[in-house]
């Protein structure tokens, strides 16, 4: 992570007698200026992540928290400014003892909010996470809508859709075929 961005970093072994652990993170304009630059975003107006530490067992911990922002990212059709309201729920639980990921092929596990517990967390990178996994991937403007795009070498007949479906046609013969018996009864 760069030294620009915000860190709020906890030792998990440091919480007073393993009890809830409760953090507010809201980052100032260089805060926000650093995740924009991180993401790749135009303009990132609000950020609060908000939430709890909680022990589970002996040893690991439960984070639960929710993620506010307001993000300005291009529109993939007109690259104009698309504003979204992003309000997530974000739930992690680090735990000691994780399951051996054997080398090869690698199934994605059912539960995905589960990582190995670490000495230290950075909520603020837990924070930046979210926020990248809760962008939309395909921002569109408002009425913004892909053209066509046809290209074909001179004097050829250009390559379509309905060109390229080799049953287009037969809708409209069928409506056709149906004309005639309703004509010959």
């Known amino acids: 992570m760069s030294q620009s961005l915000p860190q709020k970093v906890i030792r998990l072994a440091d919480l007073a007698g ?18 924009v630059a991180e993401l790749a975003l135009r303009g990132l107006r609000k950020l609060r992540f908000e939430g709890a530490l909680r022990p589970l067992g002996r ?42 990921i054997e080398p090869g092929e690698v199934e994605m596990p059912e539960d995905d909010t589960v990582d190995p517990l670490p000495v230290t967390l950075d909520l603020a990178e837990v924070m930046i996470e979210a926020l990248a996994l809760a962008l939309p991937a395909f921002p569109r403007a408002e009425g ?39 004509k010959g009864d």
């Open 144 to 182: 913004a809508e892909l053209g066509t795009l046809v290209v074909t070498a001179p004097g050829l007949t250009p390559m379509t859709d309905e060109v390229a479906r080799p049953f287009a046609g037969l809708g409209a013969l069928k409506k056709a075929l149906e004309k005639k018996d309703d």
């Open 59 to 100: 040893t690991d911990w439960r984070l639960e928290a929710r993620l506010g922002a307001t993000v300005v990212q291009d529109c993939v059709v007109t690259l104009d400014p698309v504003t979204t309201r992003i309000d997530e729920s974000v739930t992690r639980s680090y735990v000691a003892e994780m399951p051996e």
């Open 18 to 35: 393993r009890k809830e652990f409760s953090f507010v993170i809201e980052p100032d304009s260089a805060g926000r200026d650093a995740i």
